[in-house]
Nanobody, 127 residues
Framework: QVQLVESGGGLVQPGGPLRLPCATS????????MAWFRQAPGKECEFVAAIMWSGGRTYYADSVKGRFTIPGDNAKNTVYLQMNSLKAEDTAVYYC????????????????????WGQGTQVTVSS
């Protein structure tokens, strides 16, 4: 069982940066894919970014490409979401997720494929 704990959320001004860590209770194995999703008020949960733990290949939603990155720290078993140039429309609860074996689905952006989820952290972008 893997437990995921997000932190780092808060209020940030438009155009500002914010980094969200997601710490895991156990080891992130090389077969895992780690991802971030978000859910804005009144909207469905949507994929934001993912990283293949083995090899470090990354994937991004079009809405965040060029502004967000998803670095991982293997030694700390932690994945981050580095958000830059934040916009009001980035306001949402951000969730960290882990998929033990993404080769089963061959995808990285589907909610149903993820086995473990964090509790979420609120990010509000407002002046």
């Amino acid at each position: 069982q893997v437990q995921l704990v997000e932190s780092g959320g808060g209020l940030v001004q438009p155009g500002g940066p914010l980094r969200l860590p997601c710490a895991t209770s156990g080891r992130i194995f090389s077969s895992y894919v780690m991802a971030w999703f978000r859910q804005a008020p009144g909207k469905e949960c949507e994929f934001v970014a993912a990283i293949m733990w083995s090899g470090g290949r990354t994937y991004y939603a079009d809405s965040v490409k060029g502004r967000f990155t998803i670095p991982g720290d293997n030694a700390k078993n932690t994945v981050y979401l580095q958000m830059n140039s934040l916009k009001a429309e980035d306001t949402a609860v951000y969730y960290c997720a882990a998929d033990r074996n993404p080769v089963v689905t061959g995808t990285v952006d589907k909610r149903y494929q993820y086995d473990y989820w964090g509790q979420g952290t609120q990010v509000t972008v407002s002046s």
